[in-house]
C-alpha cells in the first residue's frame, strides 16, 4: 500500500481466462458517507506493462451509522402549560462534520 494505490503481487500464471476474486482486509472507509470517487483499476505484467485498465470504476455509497449512545430528551418540567428546557444527548459514531 502507497497512499491510496494497493499493489498486489502474485507468481505463477495461467493459460486460462475467468472471474478473478480476492479480498483486502483492514479497509477503512471514510468518516462521513456519500459517495466517493471513482476507482482506476489495472492489472500488468511482471515487467509493468499494462495488460488491462479501467480508469473509471464507478464509486461506492458509504453509508451512515447509527448512533453508538441515545438520543434521549431530558425536560426541565413536565407539568401541564408549563415551560420547559429540553435536553438532547447523544453519542455520534463518526465525527461531526463542519458544515453540519
Excluded: W
Aim: glycine content about 12%.
Amino acid at each position: 500500500v502507497n497512499g491510496s494505490v494497493v499493489t498486489l503481487l502474485r507468481t505463477g500464471g495461467t493459460t486460462t481466462s475467468g472471474t478473478v476474486q480476492f479480498m483486502i482486509a483492514n479497509v477503512t472507509l471514510p468518516q462521513i458517507s456519500g459517495l466517493t470517487g471513482a476507482f482506476q483499476m489495472e492489472y500488468q505484467t511482471g515487467d509493468g506493462d499494462c495488460v488491462a485498465k479501467n480508469a473509471s470504476v464507478p464509486g461506492v455509497t458509504i453509508g451512515t451509522h447509527a448512533f453508538t449512545a441515545g438520543p434521549t430528551l431530558q425536560h426541565s418540567t413536565l407539568l401541564v402549560g408549563a415551560s420547559t428546557q429540553l435536553t438532547l444527548n447523544f453519542t455520534t459514531f463518526n465525527p461531526i462534520p463542519i458544515d453540519g
